[in-house]
């Protein structure tokens, strides 16, 4: 024994690792566990923050999705080249957005600006309505509420709300999304090569059923835009409702968000009819029911048959969320998001049941067993059997 070791001082030393020690199995554990929290509050932190990007690239995917079902569409009629389909898709939808707007765009200018002067005066004959009962403020407090009401929206949406801001918005959604559809197995790759090995078949399994889910979700989506913009121009015309061709073309866009775009196109409909009369009013409100109805009970089943079917108060709900925190955006991308974590859950369950029937076992508290057998050399493993207690 040395003369200067702590032995012959009577001095004990502890030779087992220190809780400050990373050889400690019980602080690697607890570092791994702290890591994976602390991983997920800078994931969160980083979503909020670039959420406008994020949104962006998920309208691009949207777009991309779209354009890539035509593209297939296309090719079980005409067997050429990923490209030129491609390009005769894009071609196709530029001559019809470009000729509608040739073909009608003084006449659409003009019911714009009808539609607004009408919008005003049905406006104020409500608020005057609304006032004489008592039930509304006076207009000094309703500018008052306004500019609060416009002070209060968060830079997420402003950006949004700006003409110049959805402008650039929609032109890189645009081209993030022909980019995506020009080479998707390039970036389908680039996501498979981030997942571990052992998990690409599940993970290329669950993105496949997305994209589908996302295509067919949009190709209806699409068919009752058609559906409802030429179906909504035809009968309010008949009907003598003024600004038919401008109502049609509103409805059909709106019909891309549902219930909330259908509910504006319809406020827009009645307010436009009862301005040329009660007849033309009562016609209105038949047609938007009558419209409507027929793409709830027919349309919407069959697009749902194929793609996940979406509770109503769910995709109302995720609506009311996306479009308080992100924006007109995020209202417009509400439905395809909870279709695509749909999928997700449900890719998941399955794996989950595969898994579980392959064991027979119970899964719950497997990772405080395997906690423990760290903490405790020879302890016996997760979903192994505790021995029995010594008398």
Known sequence: MNANSPESEGIRVVHEPGPNEMRDPMVRAELKR???????????????????????????????????GG???????????????????VLLVIAFIGGTFYLTG???????????????????????????????????DLAGMAQQALGSIGRLTSAVGSVLGAGASLLMVMSIGLFIAI???????????????????????????????????????????????????????????????????????LAFIPNIGAFISGVLMVSVGFSAGVNEGLWAIAIYFGVQTFDGYVLIPIVAKRTVDLPPALTLSAQILASTLFGVMGLALADPMVAM????????????????????????????????????PGAPAAGEPLPPPQL
């Open 106 to 140: 003084v006449q659409i200018a003009i019911q714009a600006e009808q539609l607004r002067t009408t919008l005003e005066v049905q406006g104020d004959r409500v608020m005057s309505w609304i006032a004489s009962l008592g039930l509304m403020p006076g207009r000094a």
């Open 183 to 253: 080479e998707p197995r390039i970036y389908e790759r680039g996501l498979q090569w981030m997942v571990p090995v052992e998990a690409r078949d599940q993970f290329s399994v669950t993105i496949g059923r997305m994209a589908r889910t996302l295509r067919v979700l949009l190709a209806g989506r699409l068919l009752g835009m058609v559906f409802e913009g030429l179906l909504t121009w035809i009968l309010l015309s008949i009907a003598g409702v003024p600004m038919a061709l401008l109502l049609g073309i509103i409805t059909g866009i």
């Open 341 to 376: 974590i749909k999928v997700a859950l449900e890719s998941e369950a399955e794996r989950a049941a595969r898994a579980g029937a392959g064991t027979n076992q119970r899964r719950g508290f497997s990772w405080r067993l395997g906690h423990r057998q760290a903490l405790v």
């Open 71 to 89: 593209v297939r569409l296309l090719g079980r009629v005409l067997p050429l080249p990923r490209g030129i389909r491609l390009l005769l898709v």
């Open 34 to 68: 702290a890591s994976v929290w602390f991983g997920l509050a800078i994931g969160v932190a980083l979503v909020v923050l670039l959420i406008q990007p994020l949104l962006i690239i998920f309208g691009a995917l949207v777009f991309a999705s779209m354009l890539d």
